[in-house]
């Protein structure tokens, strides 16, 4: 086991991390998935050093996509088109990171 497993209040466990972590570095899914793994990894204290470490996934890049899949869902949520949740999910985090600022009532 790492170092990391042994010294955190991990809420994930072994396998789940090996899950992501691989989901991640091969890109499976989209933006918006790699968003939701990178999150849960540093949800669960894992650093984002070492993420980038065992994925290629950049610091900077963690946050873009976790920001963007969040406001991702929140467009989902408020009701968005199947139609325009699929144009989303294509390469648009940049795009939906900037939308980060706004809430409901700016829509």
Not at 35 to 56: D, M, N, R, V, W
Not at 69 to 75: C, G, K
Not at 88 to 105: A, C, H, I, M, W
Request: hydrophobic letters at 40%; glycine letters at 6%; aromatic letters at 10%.
């Amino acid at each position: 086991m790492n170092d990391f497993l042994e010294n955190s209040a991990a809420t994930l466990s072994e396998a789940e991390i090996t899950h992501l972590l691989k989901a991640l570095l091969h890109k499976e899914g989209s933006w918006v998935d790699w968003g939701k793994h990178c999150q849960q990894l540093q949800q669960a204290g894992y650093p984002s050093q070492k993420i980038f470490e065992e994925t290629g996934f950049q610091a900077v890049q963690q946050n873009l996509v976790i920001v963007a899949a969040q406001v991702y869902e929140s467009i989902a949520i408020g009701g968005a088109s199947p139609e325009l949740l699929a144009y989303l999910r294509g390469p648009k985090s940049d795009v939906l990171y900037e939308f980060r600022t706004l809430n409901q009532e700016n829509a």
